[in-house]
T-cell receptor, first 112, second 111 residues
Framework: DAKTTQPPSMDCAEGRAANLPCNHS???????VYWYRQIHSQGPQYIIH???NNETNEMASLIITEDRKSSTLILPHATLRDTAVYYC?????????????FGTGTRLQVTL | NAGVTQTPKFQVLKTGQSMTLQCAQD?????MSWYRQDPGMGLRLIHY???????DQGEVPNGYNVSRSTTEDFPLRLLSAAPSQTSVYFC??????????FGQGTRLTVV
């Protein structure tokens, strides 16, 4: 699976959009970008994933650049409960779901 | 539908003791995995299974054994606990494709 690079920490004011970047310059054509978050040492929670088109669900939006070498997770209206470590993971969509490679992620602090 | 259930939530062991961390899922997922997380670090893969009777090693398998006799259960055995195995352990399950679901973790301290 391709390696990813994320900033170690970010701050965001409550109610504002949080934009979390991820670089994955060695991504292969059949690899997806997945995002998980971990709130206060709980088990990681799935947020969203995509291949090459932008994706949106009830939690977040995922913007993937046209060359697929980077992506941005967007939390449109961050709340204090979004304070967490966010992990960007690149993997194939079959056969590797059991073998996730976690980096150190981005620690997002949402403040009043 | 409980998802992924790990027991116990907390455990203290003495060096040299053995124990089994339990993991059960009720989503009929084929894949199950064990990760450990040390302070300030991301999760690292210990062992994984792609179906009943099939297991394989991950990044940090030494000192741990697994077996998968049923689809639902994937226990992790520590053969002879060492202080270096003090960590938080997470179990996960998933279908062949798609997202993984994680348990709430077992916090293990080896003294």
């Amino acid at each position: 699976d391709a390696k990813t690079t994320q900033p170690p920490s970010m701050d965001c004011a409550e109610g504002r959009a949080a934009n979390l970047p991820c670089n994955h310059s060695t991504i292969s054509g059949n690899e997806y970008v997945y995002w998980y978050r971990q709130i206060h040492s709980q088990g990681p929670q799935y947020i969203i994933h995509g291949l090459k088109n932008n994706e949106t669900n009830e939690m977040a939006s995922l913007i993937i650049t046209e060359d697929r070498k980077s992506s941005t997770l967007i939390l449109p209206h961050a709340t204090l409960r979004d304070t967490a470590v966010y992990y960007c993971i690149v993997r194939g969509n079959t056969g590797t779901a059991s073998k996730l490679t976690f980096g150190t992620g981005t620690r997002l602090q949402v403040t009043l | 539908n409980a998802g992924v259930t790990q027991t116990p939530k907390f455990q203290v062991l003495k060096t040299g003791q053995s124990m089994t961390l339990q993991c059960a899922q009720d989503m009929n997922h084929e894949y199950m995995s064990w990760y450990r997380q040390d302070p300030g670090m991301g999760l690292r893969l210990i062992h994984y299974s792609v179906g009943a009777g099939i297991t394989d090693q991950g990044e940090v398998p030494n000192g741990y054994n697994v077996s998968r006799s049923t689809t639902e259960d994937f226990p992790l055995r520590l053969l002879s606990a060492a202080p270096s195995q003090t960590s938080v352990y997470f179990c996960a399950s998933s279908y062949v494709s798609g997202e993984a679901f994680f348990g709430q973790g077992t916090r293990l301290t080896v003294v």
